[in-house]
């Protein structure tokens, strides 16, 4: 099923979005195939009003499963939209626009992460 995929930046859990309309709210959820997408216009929202909004999310085919093995090749992905237009590989702040599958993790402490490969 294709999803979208944010932080909820109020109830602290990634919601998943489908058609439009939230179906679930998850602590983790694995994407096959993401695309980062980032909206131009509700990001220079953001900018000038300084009050997120949902403008940025990673879209995909949501997996049944969570079970995702290690991979060498793994890396970390973040936005922040007061620093970057895109999503960005958090190592080096190169830009990532795609990636073969995209793990979305909320830890027990800590903010939420995303580890792609």
Do not use: C, Q, W
Not at 41 to 46: D, L
């Amino acid at each position: 099923m294709r999803v979208e995929v944010y932080y909820n930046l109020h109830k602290s859990v990634f919601s998943v979005r489908h058609k439009g309309r939230v179906i679930a709210h998850m602590d983790n959820v694995v994407i096959d195939n993401p695309k980062y997408v980032v909206r131009k216009a509700g990001r220079e929202k953001v900018l000038r009003e300084g009050k997120k909004n949902v403008h940025a999310f990673v879209r995909g085919e949501l997996r049944d499963d969570n079970i995702v093995g290690m991979n060498s090749t793994m890396f970390d992905v973040t936005y922040n939209p007061y620093k970057f237009a895109s999503f960005v590989n958090k190592s080096n702040e190169e830009p990532i626009y795609e990636s073969k599958v995209a793990v979305l993790h909320k830890p027990k402490v800590g903010g939420p992460r995303i580890i792609a490969y």
